[in-house]
């Protein structure tokens, strides 16, 4: 079997920046939602079995607390932001598994997801269905790849090096060199990608780079400047590399048994209501009975 994991949250941004806006009867924007949903409904018609959803049920995580810029919930728009619940409501009454995220972020419940399914001998292949860079730190040979379902691309481990210059293991201390304006942090001064690249892929990690440029027997251009920044800022870049780590630990399902969809819940007529799509319903239940 194959385990398909989806980032949720990316998925309702994309739509909700995609499709216009569509207004129910109560008064409530359901555009995004409802593009999640037939994305989904596109993903099982492609055969799709073992399906689980991350979701950032908030905006913010621990991170949080451990840097003061990191993402948050400001400046998102509301009409946005008040689809978060209403989209886990519906993905569940699709009959989808939903991690819906407080303390950890849906990148977390994605990464502890993949170390599960891939655990499982029976799994052939893991796909983690989001462009998001921060995840090719949980690629694995060709058994846990990337999916970008927008543009049909599988990433494996080769290909996170052929992109990043560095191995999965190393993408956390890539992002915490260069910095990662989508997640708050500006990374450590001098360090581009190719300089970042070039380095890790000879040292591996941040603390393992020697703080004398005159030691670094790699061809980098200001290596005395660099490495004496990087000495002076090694506790933020050591705090930057945490905050792009993704965390195994986030709680999600515990066997893969527990993904496989086996069709609606009994409220997805309901919910499909007041999504104003009666059509999803139809193709819904008509996939299902077709599975049987």
Same mark, same amino acid.
């Given at each position: 079997?194959?385990?398909?994991?989806?980032?949720?949250? =990316?998925?309702?941004?994309?739509?909700?920046?995609?499709?216009?806006?569509?207004?129910?009867?109560?008064?409530?924007?359901?555009?995004?939602? /409802?593009?999640?949903?037939?994305?989904?409904? &596109?993903?099982?018609?492609?055969?799709?079995?073992?399906?689980?959803?991350?979701? !950032?049920?908030?905006?913010?995580?621990?991170?949080?607390?451990?840097?003061?810029?990191?993402?948050?919930?400001?400046?998102?728009?509301? !009409?946005?932001?008040?689809?978060?619940?209403?989209?886990?409501? %519906?993905? /569940?009454?699709?009959?989808?598994?939903?991690?819906?995220?407080?303390? =950890?972020?849906?990148? !977390? &419940?994605? &990464?502890?997801? %993949?170390?599960? %399914? $891939?655990?499982?001998?029976?799994?052939?292949?893991?796909?983690?269905?989001?462009?998001?860079? !921060?995840?090719?730190?949980?690629?694995?040979?060709?058994?846990?790849?990337?999916?970008? /379902?927008?543009?049909?691309?599988?990433?494996?481990?080769?290909?996170?090096?052929?992109?990043?210059?560095?191995?999965?293991?190393?993408?956390?201390?890539?992002? &915490?060199?260069?910095?990662?304006?989508?997640?708050?942090?500006?990374?450590?001064?001098?360090?581009?990608?190719?300089?970042?690249?070039?380095?890790?892929?000879?040292?591996?990690?941040?603390?393992?780079?020697?703080?004398?440029?005159?030691?670094?027997?790699?061809?980098?251009?200001?290596?005395?400047?660099? $490495?004496?920044?990087?000495?002076?800022?090694?506790?933020? $870049?050591?705090?930057?590399?945490?905050?792009?780590?993704?965390?195994?630990?986030?709680?999600?399902?515990?066997?893969?048994?527990?993904?496989?969809?086996?069709?609606?819940?009994?409220?997805?007529?309901?919910?499909?209501?007041?999504?104003?799509?009666?059509?999803?319903?139809?193709?819904?239940?008509?996939?299902?009975?077709?599975? /049987?």
């Amino acid at each position: 079997m194959k385990v398909h994991l989806v980032d949720g949250t =990316y998925e309702l941004f994309r739509h909700y920046f995609a499709l216009p806006s569509h207004i129910n009867g109560s008064g409530e924007e359901v555009a995004a939602t /409802r593009g999640v949903l037939r994305s989904m409904l &596109a993903l099982l018609g492609e055969g799709a079995t073992h399906v689980a959803v991350a979701t !950032d049920h908030v905006v913010e995580s621990f991170r949080n607390e451990l840097w003061d810029d990191y993402k948050d919930s400001s400046g998102i728009a509301e !009409d946005l932001l008040s689809q978060f619940g209403l989209l886990e409501d %519906a993905l /569940r009454a699709m009959g989808l598994v939903v991690w819906p995220m407080t303390e =950890y972020e849906a990148d !977390d &419940a994605l &990464a502890a997801g %993949a170390a599960m %399914a $891939a655990a499982d001998e029976r799994v052939e292949q893991v796909l983690i269905c989001t462009p998001d860079k !921060d995840l090719a730190q949980c690629v694995v040979g060709e058994r846990v790849v990337q999916f970008d /379902r927008r543009k049909r691309r599988f990433t494996d481990e080769a290909g996170v090096v052929e992109k990043f210059g560095v191995p999965p293991a190393s993408i956390p201390d890539y992002l &915490a060199l260069l910095g990662d304006d989508a997640d708050g942090f500006p990374g450590i001064r001098g360090f581009g990608a190719k300089t970042g690249a070039t380095v890790l892929a000879r040292y591996g990690h941040i603390e393992e780079i020697p703080l004398n440029g005159g030691d670094w027997d790699v061809p980098v251009r200001g290596a005395e400047r660099l $490495a004496a920044t990087l000495a002076e800022q090694m506790e933020r $870049a050591l705090l930057f590399r945490r905050l792009a780590t993704l965390d195994g630990n986030a709680p999600v399902s515990a066997r893969v048994e527990d993904l496989e969809w086996s069709g609606p819940a009994a409220g997805f007529g309901e919910v499909c209501g007041r999504l104003d799509a009666e059509d999803l319903r139809v193709r819904v239940e008509g996939l299902a009975r077709s599975r /049987r």
